[in-house]
């Protein structure tokens, strides 16, 4: 167990469906993260949290819809997705990176949400 | 644009041997570097780090190595066991900018062990 827990671990939805990624940390982390990881292809950022703050959009489709309501806790609402949405959805956390002490760059990672869009 | 590779998407090994998995990267400037491990079904996790002003930093079983003057990081796992088969990622990040949002993930390079 890594402190991250992701839910649900699969989902299968229809381009019109409305449904939500959780990712849930007890880790007292400060930071969290949404990663989309594809076959093949490097894991790719899409969201960072700090501090309930959106810090980071890389330039994610408007379909995909983060939500922080507290340190502890990330959504991910999707609508309208795509086939190509289809990958596994990561989520993260992390210390806050300007804490003293602190490993810069260790990521605590979730098993992942397997998305699938028919 | 800035990139950080693997040389090879799949290593073979014997269970026993010695495993070396190769990253390069291409941005000069980062200053931290991570390994990370995957194994199927699971998330990635953290394996071991190096900060740019070493070269060299041990773990159990795992020795990172990093070469500034190539841009080249390795894993080298000793003693490779079947519970070290996963994808093995490398990531930097550029410290400075203070946000582990730049942290920059390669592709991935799968380990097989064979008994």
């Known amino acids: 167990e890594t402190g991250v827990t992701q839910t649900p671990r699969h989902l299968v939805m229809g381009m019109t469906n409305k449904k939500s990624l959780k990712c849930e940390q007890h880790?007292?982390?400060?930071?969290m993260y949404w990663y989309k990881q594809s076959a093949k292809k490097p894991l790719e950022l899409m969201f960072v949290?700090?501090?309930?703050?959106?810090?980071e959009n890389n330039s994610v489709p408007s379909r995909f819809s983060p939500e922080c309501p507290n340190s502890s806790h990330l959504f991910l609402h999707l609508h309208t997705l795509q086939p190509e949405d289809s990958a596994l959805y990561l989520c993260?956390?992390?210390?806050?990176?300007?804490?003293?002490?602190?490993?810069?760059?260790?990521?605590?990672f979730g098993e992942g949400s397997r998305l699938t869009v028919l | 644009g800035e990139s950080v590779g693997l040389h090879l998407p799949t290593l073979s090994v014997q269970e026993g041997d010695n495993s070396i998995i190769n990253c390069a990267y291409s941005?000069?400037?980062?200053?931290?570097f991570i390994w990370y491990k995957q194994e199927s079904g699971k998330g990635p996790q953290f394996i071991i780090d190096?900060?740019?002003?070493?070269d060299k930093r041990q773990g159990q079983r795992v020795t990172v190595l990093l070469n500034k003057t190539v841009k080249h990081l390795s894993l080298q796992i000793a003693a490779t066991q079947p519970g070290d088969s996963a994808v093995y990622f490398c990531?930097?990040?550029?410290?400075?900018?203070?946000?582990?949002?730049?942290?920059?993930f390669g592709k991935g390079i799968t380990l097989s062990v064979r008994p």
């Open positions: 990531a930097e990040n550029l410290t400075k900018t203070g946000a582990n949002s730049k942290l920059t």
């Open positions: 880790l007292g982390h400060n930071a």
């Open positions: 949290y700090n501090f309930k703050e959106q810090t």
């Open positions: 941005n000069s400037a980062s200053d931290y």
């Open positions: 190096i900060r740019s002003n070493m």
């Open positions: 993260a956390s992390s210390h806050d990176v300007m804490e003293p002490g602190q490993k810069v760059g260790e990521l605590f």
